[in-house]
């Protein structure tokens, strides 16, 4: 069984700081990891793709991948109220479909 | 504002009705997916169709019936649901056949109540 897995959170961070969320999978041959914001009652959001090692940076957003250790990581840096959300880390299964984690719930305190 | 439309926004319906829910996209986009996500849980995915033809189907009950009528559009019919069945319906696409390097964008849901 192909698992993505995140840490349930919340994690709280204050106005201003940087927040990071992470995220690891099972399957080596994983090829594309997305970030979806995801705010309650509402559907999920693209917020970043990443599909090689390294980091990607978009704005106040910079994903993080590894795929030697299975890792992939978003850092928000300047966390604002509206950041506070759901986050669902995504990676692609075998299939070409999507597997999403349970997903982070962030919570931003002015 | 989402390129991939969905209706209705809302949907109450009793387990002896039939219904269908309705997707739209004009982005060009290769595949289809149904998602249904259930409070404080991930999206799980239902089914998807690639080039309008079916690729993946999760084991998902004969209740719930997919039709692709062309590249665009993504029809979910419903019948004899289950209480248990009521959620927020997803509808998604990608530019792709499949998500290898080609992310989903997602409808802004069904919210489905089963009564």
């Known amino acids: 069984q192909k698992e993505v897995e995140q840490n349930s959170g919340p994690l709280s961070v204050p106005e201003g700081a940087i927040a990071s969320l992470n995220c690891t999978y099972s399957d080596r041959g994983s090829q594309s990891f997305f970030w979806y914001r995801q705010y309650s009652g509402k559907s999920p959001e693209l917020i970043m793709s990443?599909?090689?090692?390294g980091d990607k940076e978009d704005g106040r957003f910079t994903a993080q991948l590894n795929k030697a250790s299975q890792y992939v990581s978003l850092l928000i840096r300047d966390s604002q109220p509206s950041d506070s959300a759901t986050y669902l880390c995504?990676?692609?299964?075998?299939?070409?479909?999507?597997?999403f984690g349970k997903g982070t719930k962030l919570s931003v305190k002015p | 504002d989402t390129e991939v439309t969905q209706t209705p926004k809302h949907l109450v319906m009793g387990m002896t009705n039939k219904k269908s829910l309705k997707c739209e996209q004009h982005?060009?986009?290769?595949?289809m997916y149904w998602y249904k996500q259930k409070a404080k849980k991930p999206p799980e995915l239902m089914f998807v169709?690639?080039?309008?033809?079916?690729?993946i189907n999760e084991s998902v009950p004969s209740r719930f019936s997919p039709e692709c009528p062309n590249s665009s559009l993504l029809n979910l019919h419903l019948h004899a649901l289950q209480p248990e069945d009521s959620a927020l319906y997803l509808c998604?696409?990608?530019?792709?056949?499949?998500?290898?390097?080609?992310?989903?964008?997602f409808g802004n849901g069904t919210r489905l109540t089963v009564t």
């Open positions: 169709y690639s080039y309008e033809k079916l690729s």
């Open positions: 998604a696409s990608s530019q792709e056949g499949t998500a290898y390097n080609s992310p989903l964008h």
């Open positions: 995504a990676v692609s299964g075998s299939q070409g479909n999507l597997i």
């Open positions: 982005m060009g986009h290769r595949a």
């Open positions: 990443i599909y090689s090692n």
